[in-house]
């Protein structure tokens, strides 16, 4: 248990308690003013979280698990990622604790989490454990953030020095090697970085992090076979990671692995299913390569989910198009011009697919209308002179 805290410490600390059910945020809420908290921001779910993090200026955030739109892991990744939130501490609320939700608390550096359903005096812990670390900070923690400062600044013999303390007080730590590894990759010592990270990996088997730096050089040093077998590796231990899972179909499609490419994506949206720009990520990457009724169903859920988002509809016609779905096509387009009947690529978009279904006279008036929005729109032009000029 961290050290208790004062009356006046709770009254300065600023929570922020992300949940998609108000029952749930009530009651955190509740909890927290029973403890002594008065400053509690809210939020519905990640995505409305990281639109109000910039303002709100948190020191804990209290946040559930399994969230729409974005979750709390999703959230949690992108502070992390983020310089002005990367120190805040997270407790995550999940009603089950398994091997695959361990996991992934362990690779996103969640700072403590809670099992539903539980009492204010569970939290209180939890909120002062979380309190006394990040006030404190560990000898190696330290060791580790000057080790960083150090090679930013391009002083690489000082950052080794830090390292090499922090191996002497924590020897077994895979923190410490994953540093030297990316202190190695830095300076271009790319077989140096490669034993860093194995021995980061034999000393914690399911540190994923080391094994996505792994990855990541063996793609740097040109070698795509084992960059996607440690992908694997790590997909294998974190499985509900679902930017890992994406990350890896992307490079088994490069590869002309699409049964396992498909797989992969598949994974990666049961695991985050409201995740719509990832969806929309990897639809370009099948759309690329010709995967024209994959791409068309992960537009399509995504244009389910983003109704006002004209790109999606425009690139799920696209998508029909090329499968030769041109009625398809056709309706997708018109559903874009609903939202904004004054784009003119639209227009030109429709007649095409018009154009495609043998229906002349419709794409006319189309290429038109795009003129009449853009006159100087060259494409629009160019297509009524054929149709003119066969």
């Known amino acids: 248990m961290g050290k208790e805290l004062s009356s006046q410490e709770r009254a300065q600390i600023r929570f922020l308690v992300v949940d998609d059910l108000i029952n749930m945020r009530r009651t955190v809420r509740n909890m927290l003013r029973q403890l002594g ?15 109000k993090l910039p303002a709100a200026k ?3 955030a209290i946040v559930d698990w399994n969230m729409p739109q974005m979750n709390g892991v999703e959230l949690l990744r992108r502070a992390r990622a983020d310089e002005r939130f990367a120190h805040i501490p997270f407790i995550m609320i999940t009603a089950e604790v398994d091997e695959g939700t361990i996991a992934e608390a362990a690779e996103t550096e969640v700072d403590a989490y809670i099992i539903k359903p539980f ?5 209180e812990e939890k909120i002062n454990g979380v ?10 923690e330290t060791l580790l953030s000057l080790a960083t400062v150090f090679a930013g600044a391009g002083q690489f013999n000082k950052a080794i020095e830090q390292l090499r303390t922090a191996m002497n007080i924590s020897p077994s730590s895979p923190l410490v090697y994953l540093a030297l590894g990316d202190l190695s990759k830095q300076r271009g010592m790319l077989d140096d970085a490669e ?9 914690e088997p399911k540190f994923t992090k080391a094994y996505d730096s792994l990855a990541d050089l063996y793609a ?22 679902a930017s890992r899972q994406s990350k890896l179909g992307k490079v088994l499609l490069e590869q ?23 969806q929309s990520e990897m639809a370009e990457c099948l759309l690329a390569k010709n995967l024209n009724d994959e791409a068309a169903t992960l537009f399509k859920a995504v244009s389910m989910a983003n109704p006002t988002d004209i790109n999606v509809y425009n690139r799920l016609g696209i998508a029909y198009r090329k499968q030769g779905k041109f009625m398809e096509a056709i309706d997708e387009y018109k559903k874009a011009l609903t939202v ?8 030109y978009n429709l007649g095409t697919a018009y154009l495609a279904a043998k229906m002349v006279d419709n794409a006319i008036a189309q290429f038109h209308r795009a003129l009449e929005l853009y006159p100087d729109f060259q494409e629009a032009r160019e297509a009524l002179d054929k149709i003119s000029h066969p």
């Open 37 to 51: 908290f008065v400053h509690i921001t809210e939020a519905e779910n990640g995505l409305d979280a990281w639109t």
């Open 58 to 60: 948190i020191d804990v």
């Open 119 to 123: 009492v204010a005096k569970v939290l």
């Open 131 to 140: 309190l006394e670390k990040k006030g404190k900070g560990s000898p190696l």
């Open 195 to 203: 034993k860093a990270y194995k021995k980061a990996i034999l000393l």
């Open 220 to 241: 740097q040093k040109g070698d795509t076979r084992r960059s996607i077998q440690v992908m694997q590796d790590a997909v294998g231990k974190s499985p509900r990671n």
């Open 256 to 278: 002309g692995m699409v049964k396992e490419a498909k797989a992969a994506f598949e994974n990666a949206v049961k695991s985050e299913p409201d995740n719509t720009v990832m």
């Open 340 to 347: 904004d009947p004054e784009d003119e690529n639209l227009y």
